[in-house]
């Protein structure tokens, strides 16, 4: 079969490859776009493949959207205060792909589901995206422009389990637990599920609701547990996951896109400001801690080694992750029905999470592009260079910010892999034909996606003034750097932006000379 030629390739169509999708063809109505998809359903994570009836957002309603389409309000049963159940995202996503037309096209049109690319290369100019579309046929595109929205949640990490191939029942990701049978099979009456944060609390909670008899197993030798706190809504923002979009709260952290005002100069360099911030962030630990109540719910959580949930780094540093609780009765059935240990299982469930989906490419590109890979197939020079860079730039994230020079006792992860080290976390320092949206962590993706596609859209345009090449590699070393610093071991990974959603956000659509609309 012939290469199939467009004017751009979108590779993803999850929240940031829609958004992506769309803003393009805003600009350009009459190019020829493709989007593939390896899924056979639109919405990356939020897919109707991939979502069950217990799965909810970890975003409120009313800004779990985007600008140009509102949400309609899920029936209250479906809700739990600000949150609601996923399903309806993937029935947002799907209504949103149909109801947005360009010069008398829909963006459904141009997607191709069930579509797995298996290799990407660049010849003359030109990207190849090669696969195998949902019949097993071997299918090419050719582009001269690339959109990567593959995302950070499509790839599961599996563990690998000693006698694994002994283990006759379930091994059971989280991505594919909305399709398994898990819950509803009498085969499955005991229950082991691996992993520490959100997803695998997830999995704990509709297992021991579903009345299976439930094993949660946290390694040793890891971050520890998970950081869950009150689901969001308006008594309290502060202590919630909403905190992260909130401009006022972000200022209360050490962001390295925070402006150079007096406010963060005080707030983050003098001894007074220094106080007030750990006693602001000590207060929100201690809510939840008391919400979690690990060492005082009695002789039977006591048995089952609740305590052991106790998240072990304070809240600021984010080392071990965090989400909302999205059930009222969510520590008490943990704590009365949970065993933390080891038992025999039926069924394991591994809410062990993902690796960067970004395994078309080989290690040459990798490197080129500025992708994670693993440290011994990095070239030994650029290795050289990114260290020194690195190391000049450490001194002045801690000149700006002190206390990350003092952080608490944790657990660092091995470093396997090369940071991401693309600038603004979307573009290469070496190519201007490509942009990946969507490979970033943080706490609202419809926000993230929009802003994302907007600067890629210019960028690709050449509508960008970029700095020198040498000013661009010290901005991300700058941001590597403070990542490392300021996230701990998922700082390594170079991607981490938990609290920085709309000071990142901010400065994409800054740097293109626009004004947010701010309100907080």
């Known amino acids: 079969m012939e290469p199939e030629q467009v004017d751009i390739a979108v590779i993803g169509a999850g929240i940031s490859g829609i958004a992506a999708a769309k803003f393009y063809l805003d600009v350009h109505p009459d190019c020829k776009l493709a989007i593939v998809e390896k899924d056979q359903s639109v ?42 159940k996923a399903k309806y995202t993937s029935q947002y996503l799907e209504s949103f792909i149909d109801r947005c037309v360009h010069a008398g096209k829909r963006p459904r049109e141009p997607i191709q589901c069930g579509f797995d690319v298996q290799k990407v290369t660049k010849e003359d100019g030109v990207w190849t995206i090669s696969g195998r579309d949902q019949s097993g046929e071997h299918r090419k595109l050719k582009s001269p422009k690339l959109i990567v929205a593959s995302g950070l949640t499509s790839v599961p990490k599996m563990p690998s389990l000693p006698g694994q191939e002994k283990f006759q029942n ?25 992993g520490a944060a959100k997803s695998a609390a997830d999995l704990v909670y509709d297992c021991v609701k579903a009345g299976k008899a439930v094993t ?58 220094m106080r007030l911030l750990k006693k602001v962030w000590n207060d929100i630990d201690r809510k939840v801690l008391a919400d979690g109540d690990f060492d005082g719910r009695g002789e039977v959580a006591m048995k089952n080694g609740f305590e052991k949930l106790k998240p072990h780094s304070p809240i600021i540093w984010q080392n071990q992750g965090a989400g909302p609780i999205n059930r009222p009765d969510f520590w008490h059935a943990i704590a009365m029905n949970v065993q933390m240990g080891k038992i025999p299982a039926d069924a394991i469930l591994c809410g062990t999470g993902w690796v960067p989906s970004l395994n078309f490419f080989d290690h040459d590109q990798l490197a080129k592009l500025g992708l994670p890979q693993p440290i011994g197939t990095y070239p030994a020079e650029e290795a050289a260079m990114w260290r020194a860079l690195e190391q000049d730039a450490e001194q002045a994230v801690l000149d700006r910010f002190p206390i990350l020079a003092n952080p608490p006792k944790h657990y660092r992860e091995p470093v396997t892999h090369t940071s991401y080290r693309l600038y603004n976390s979307i573009a290469p320092l070496h190519d201007d034909s490509i942009v990946f949206v969507g490979h970033v962590m943080i706490a609202n993706y419809f926000h993230l996606a929009e802003c994302q596609a907007i600067w890629a859209t210019a960028y690709l345009n050449g509508n960008i003034k970029l700095p020198p090449l040498e000013d661009r590699r010290k901005t991300v070393a700058l941001f590597v750097a403070w990542c490392r610093r300021r996230y701990l071991s998922i700082g390594d990974r170079g991607h981490w932006l938990a609290s920085e959603q709309r000071t990142y956000t901010d400065r994409l659509v800054d740097r293109l000379g626009l004004s947010s609309h701010r309100r907080f």
């Open 216 to 273: 949660w197993i946290v390694r040793r030798t890891g971050t520890g547990p998970g950081v869950f706190v009150p689901s969001p809504s308006r008594r309290s923002a502060l202590a919630s996951y909403l905190a992260a979009t909130l401009r006022l709260v972000a200022t209360l952290t050490p962001s390295l896109f925070n402006s150079h005002s007096w406010w963060n100069r005080f707030l983050h360099c003098s001894q007074i400001g």
């Open 170 to 194: 379930p091994i059971v990701h989280q991505k594919d637990f909305g399709k398994s049978d898990v819950l509803f099979s009498s085969a499955s009456r005991r229950v082991t599920v691996l």
């Open 43 to 84: 919405g990356g994570v939020w897919n109707s493949e991939r979502v069950f009836d217990t799965f909810y957002t970890q975003s409120p309603w009313g800004t779990w959207e985007y600008t140009y389409m509102a949400m309609p309000r899920p029936p209250d049963a479906d809700m739990y205060n600000s949150s609601f």
